[in-house]
Each structure stands twice: as C-alpha cells, then as structure tokens.
C-alpha cells in the first residue's frame, strides 16, 4: 500500500491542524494505521495508531489529550487532528500502516510498520 501525507504547515503555539493521509490500496480496511514524527537529528517516535476497525486507538502520553486520531475506511484515508499545538511537536510528521490480522490490534512499534508514507512538516511557531 502507497501513503501519502498532506496537511502539514505553519501554525501558532495553542492552534490546531489536521493532516492527513491518503492510502491506495482498496483493503485499506485491513490495516493498522499510525502516526509518527522525527525532529532532525533524533529518533522517530510513536504518535498514535488506530485498529483497522478505528475502534481502538492508542497515544503517545505527550499528545494524550491533544490528539486524536481516526480514520475513513470509506475514503481510504486516516487523520490526525492536533489540538493545543506546543513548539515541541513540532516535527515532520509520518503515517504508517502493516496488515492487522485481528480488528482490534494497534501498535507503537514502528518495526511493526512496513509501510511508510512521505511525511509532512508541521511547524509550531512560539
């Protein structure tokens, strides 16, 4: 499956912002979603992800509470809207996806994700 992010920008300390990401693949369904981010110069880090069925979705604790992730399996597209915005979120931000063999599972371990999309810059200015 081919993602692609969009969404990204500049916004102020407190705004809001929704990126999205668009998946290719007509079984998009069947795969669990994620959301990660990379400061340059440190490691990627977990955000959230969604079950394939959106029923269960999991955070990082810095963006419990200020993010929220879903997903439209009718537009084969998942979401992250980001409330109260912090200059350390700043980051490029990446969706990934692997097939989830169960409706429910989720994961934070990037190794589990085997497909990656281009990432999209968001930009929080103080």
């Known amino acids: 499956v081919q993602l692609q992010a969009s969404g990204g920008g500049l916004v102020q300390t407190g705004g809001s912002l929704r990126i999205s990401c668009a998946a290719s693949?007509?079984?998009?369904?069947?795969?669990?979603m994620g959301w990660f981010r990379q400061v340059p110069g440190k490691e990627r880090e977990f955000v959230a992800t969604?079950?394939?069925?959106?029923?269960?979705?999991y955070y990082a604790d810095s963006v419990k509470g200020r993010f929220t992730i879903s997903r439209d399996n009718a537009k084969n597209t998942v979401y992250l809207q980001m409330n109260s915005l912090k200059p350390e979120d700043t980051a490029v931000y990446y969706c990934?996806?692997?097939?989830?063999?169960?409706?429910?599972?989720?994961?934070?371990?990037?190794?589990?994700?085997?497909?990656w999309g281009q990432g999209t810059l968001v930009t929080v200015s103080s």
């Open positions: 969604i079950s394939r069925s959106g029923l269960v979705t």
């Open positions: 693949r007509r079984a998009f369904n069947t795969y669990v």
């Open positions: 990934a996806a692997f097939y989830g063999r169960l409706p429910y599972i989720t994961s934070q371990d990037q190794n589990r994700y085997d497909h």
